[in-house]
């Protein structure tokens, strides 16, 4: 399957190898896992994709990097399972369906269909007899039924709240879903809405998911770790109470700094908190929905915002601060949350700048309780300091630190009964339902007598209505509400007149547990398998990007403890390490076919071939660095692969040959590339390992051309070699190569060459000899040469003479075998 160059060099026929070897793979299925296999198992797992087109670059990235980990683990002996499936319910699917005025079936299987055909052509080694889509029937019943499981523990609940609203999806969206104030997926700003919906109860395990984070710590990259951590966001201070004249219940603040309540002047409450409507006097409460009207039209970035001015509205109530007595006035603003704490804070203008900045809007007094430092000129100071004016009859905080200060309050508040000290998270339980025709339904039936009743497990599952010819576009509310001989049932408690819930669930709930269904993805009896999961999991290596730090990782770990809880998994985690790969873009930017600036992948694929574009990929970066394609040459990359392949037509002793009578320097660099091969894959150096495969082509190439001849056992042997780096990289060319050197397919389950540890010692070593700081002489050393004769034979030196004459030596520094600093003065 070769042509020639103009030149008569010998080259392959891309496109006929990658044809070929996609038959020899459909036919051999060598990446089938066997989960009866004596082998040790290792679970490799790459983030499955949405269906709304066909592969892009950062497919392309993703699975390049992740597939040199999963073939590098089939060498070295293990048993792989490695599956694919595809994400394919969702606002991403639907959205691009209505784009293209289609049915979201139509459209996302069809999408799937094309994204089988390229992943296949693209030569990822993946068990494809384990594929599925989270919108099979057979997929969303064990969905709904985890959702029953997490309902029946309590985890599943619903409630009326106000929630962040998409106005483009028409949706509500998780406060994960919500970036810079604006919608992740479509970019809209995001207001709110009071609407009654399902959440999962995510704080019930926010400790825990904190604490797991320090186990998962060595193998996750921090910047991942540490926006999981952020975004759980554990504080520790106290609950305190304010009572309220005229009121039975006190105000109860959450505040991380109890020990600057002597500072508190006055008192802010969220304006769409419900205590803002129970405070509000009968005289101010037409003031308060007249706020509100303009509250409800920010996102809740642009809320807590320091730079914008401060509004809000006098309640027309006084609370008592418990320390001093003085009665402080109660606002509703919107730079406090509804969902933080309780809703209402305590205000301390000398220590916080939106607290100064309200005060100075509506001329409230302003306190010191932290002394600043002499030269402060600003106007909160938020530093540690001796605390100042925190004293009543019974407390005196006045020079203590935060820290001391913090815990004394603390123990008052509780001796007095005002207060209990508390941990408080940031994280928020997540809300799930969606108001959007593609997704799993929600499981539940809404019965005016018995109320929410879990669907009987024997009718799951509740399969979405198709809903054909109608408009799918989103409204407000959900489309399935029009389908009424699905909406309207009987209650399976009563037997009465019934409706089904017609929300859907976040795509998140698909992507929280599919790796669970990969283990046994035809069983109709059951998710999953327990005892298959035991035997599998957890994940050794996830790959993915960053845009899902907190998102699709902190949901599929909350997922797995509380199905660790239920009995259903052993694991505590998900996934034991994961690989965060960076993003493809193009002239330093994100590609985009507005920007102009697209890359098409099929076109790169068909202009270079598959092989080329995978190793452009994997040599470009480390796998956390972006990739900017403007700044690669997949063209070069083809060049090298048919270099390399050239290796395997020239090498002349047959296959089988004993290598061990063969050049010795060249064995020496093979057996060298082969164990930094293995170091360098374990620290995911994926793009090093490229580098060192085409120094080995190169040292063969010269080995062939030189006195060492392609008869030579060595050549034979270094050239396997290339062969087998290469197929963790580049599979076409790999097998071409390995079929040209007398070698049945496929190179890829050849196990990892075997590193001869003698040839690993080296003959001799470079010592490096300075002079005042400047190299003068290399000598070639032996590399257990002492730091006596190392000295001797460095001074002895002709150059090292020549740069010390005229000089007197005042001192040698030698660390042998590599290198002697003479100082002379």
């Not at 006055?266 to 706020?291: H, I, K, N, P, S």
């Not at 704490?341 to 220590?351: D, H, K, L, N, S």
């Not at 327990?530 to 845009?547: C, F, R």
């Not at 010269?702 to 087998?724: L, Q």
């Amino acid at each position: 399957m070769s042509e020639h160059d103009t030149d008569g060099t010998a080259r392959y026929d891309v496109q006929a190898a990658e044809e070929k070897w996609q038959r020899v793979w459909a036919e051999l299925d060598p990446f089938r896992a066997d989960d009866d296999s004596p082998r040790e198992k290792r679970y490799a797992l790459t983030m499955f994709p949405y269906p709304s087109g066909d592969l892009h670059m950062g497919h392309a990235e993703v699975t390049a990097l992740h597939d040199v980990v999963a073939r590098h683990w089939w060498q070295r002996g293990y048993e792989v399972l490695n599956p694919m499936g595809w994400d394919s319910f969702g606002l991403p699917a639907e959205n691009a369906a209505i784009r293209n005025d289609a049915h979201p079936a139509d459209y996302t299987y069809g999408n799937i269909a094309t994204q089988l055909a390229s992943f296949q052509r693209y030569g990822v080694a993946v068990d494809w007899s384990r594929r599925f889509n989270t919108s099979d029937p057979s997929y969303y019943r064990w969905t709904q039924w985890l959702f029953l499981q997490l309902h029946a523990q309590g985890l599943a609940y619903r409630k009326n709240s106000a929630v962040n609203w998409c106005p483009h999806d028409q949706t509500v969206l998780a406060n994960e879903q919500v970036v810079d104030g604006a919608c992740e997926r479509c970019g809209a700003e995001v207001t709110k809405r009071e609407l009654t919906q399902w959440y999962f109860r995510t704080t019930a395990y926010a400790q825990e998911l904190l604490d797991s984070l320090d186990d998962l710590q060595p193998t996750w990259s921090d910047k991942v770790v540490n926006a999981q951590r952020n975004w759980i966001g554990r504080s520790e201070g106290a609950h305190v109470d304010f009572p309220v004249a005229g009121r039975e219940e006190p105000i109860t603040v959450y505040t991380t700094r109890p020990d600057t309540l002597f500072g508190a002047t006055f008192m802010v409450v969220a304006a769409d908190a419900a205590l803002a409507a129970e405070l509000v006097t009968e005289e101010q409460r037409g003031a308060l929905e007249d706020y509100l009207v303009e509250v409800r039209k920010e996102s809740d970035i642009s809320r807590l915002s320091t730079e914008r001015p401060k509004t809000g509205v006098f309640l027309g109530v006084h609370a008592t601060n418990p320390l001093t007595g003085t009665a402080l006035p109660v606002y509703a603003a919107d730079y406090v949350l509804a969902d933080y704490g309780t809703g209402a804070i305590m205000a301390v203008p000398g220590q916080d700048q939106r607290d100064w900045d309200f005060a100075a809007a509506f001329d409230l007094p302003v306190v010191r309780t932290v002394q600043p430092p002499e030269d402060f000129d600003g106007e909160a100071f938020t530093g540690d300091g001796p605390a100042i004016n925190s004293a009543n009859d019974e407390i005196d905080l006045s020079g203590m630190g935060v820290t001391e200060a913090k815990s004394t309050t603390i123990a008052y508040l509780e001796r007095q009964g005002l207060g209990r000290g508390t941990v408080n998270f940031r994280l928020r339980d997540w809300l799930l339902s969606r108001q959007r025709y593609w997704g799993a339904p929600i499981p539940i039936i809404h019965c005016p007598v018995d109320g929410e009743v879990p669907v009987p497990e024997d009718q799951l599952p509740v399969e979405l209505p198709e809903l054909r010819g109608a408009d799918l576009k989103p409204k407000g509310t959900s489309p399935l509400g029009a389908a009424t001989e699905w909406v309207n049932v009987t209650c399976p408690t009563c037997g009465g007149p019934a409706t089904r819930d017609t929300d859907t669930m976040d795509t998140f709930v698909d992507s929280s547990w599919y790796f669970l269904r990969y283990l046994s993805p035809q069983d109709d009896t059951q998710a999953f398998d327990k005892g298959l999961a035991d035997a599998w999991g957890p994940i050794d290596l996830y790959v993915g990007g960053d845009e899902h730090a907190v998102l699709h990782l902190l949901y599929a770990r909350f997922f797995t403890k509380a199905l660790r809880d239920i009995g259903l998994v052993s694991w505590d985690e998900p996934f034991s390490s994961y690989l965060s790969q960076g993003k493809v873009v193009n002239n330093g930017r994100k590609m985009s076919k507005s920007l102009g600036n697209g890359v098409s992948l099929g076109e790169q694929l068909s202009e270079f071939g598959v092989d080329a574009v995978r190793l452009t990929l994997v040599f470009a970066s480390p796998p956390e660095d972006d990739i900017d394609w403007a700044d690669v040459s997949p063209g070069g990359s083809a060049r090298f692969l048919q270099r390399a392949w050239r290796l395997s037509g020239d090498v002349t002793s047959p296959a089988g040959t004993d290598p061990g009578g063969g050049d010795t320097a060249l064995r020496r660099q093979t057996h060298k590339t082969v164990r930094e091969a293995e170091q360098l894959i374990a620290s995911h150096r994926f793009n090093v390992v490229v580098a060192r495969t085409m120094e080995l082509v190169n040292a063969t190439r010269k080995a062939i051309d030189s006195g060492v001849g392609p008869a030579d056992p060595a050549v034979r042997e270094a050239t396997e070699t290339v062969a087998v780096l290469l197929s963790l990289v580049a599979p076409y060319t790999a097998e071409e190569m390995w079929e040209r050197l007398g070698h049945e397919p496929t190179v890829a389950r050849v196990p990892w060459p075997d590193v001869d540890e003698a040839l690993l010692v080296e003959d001799s070593v470079t010592a490096v000899v300075q002079v005042q700081g400047k190299v003068r002489a290399r000598l070639e050393v032996a590399p257990d040469v002492s730091e006596a004769d190392l000295e001797a034979a460095a001074l002895a030196d002709p150059g090292v003479q020549r740069a010390l004459e005229g000089k007197q030596v005042r001192k040698v520094i030698v660390r042998a075998p590599k290198l002697v600093n003479v100082v002379a003065g």
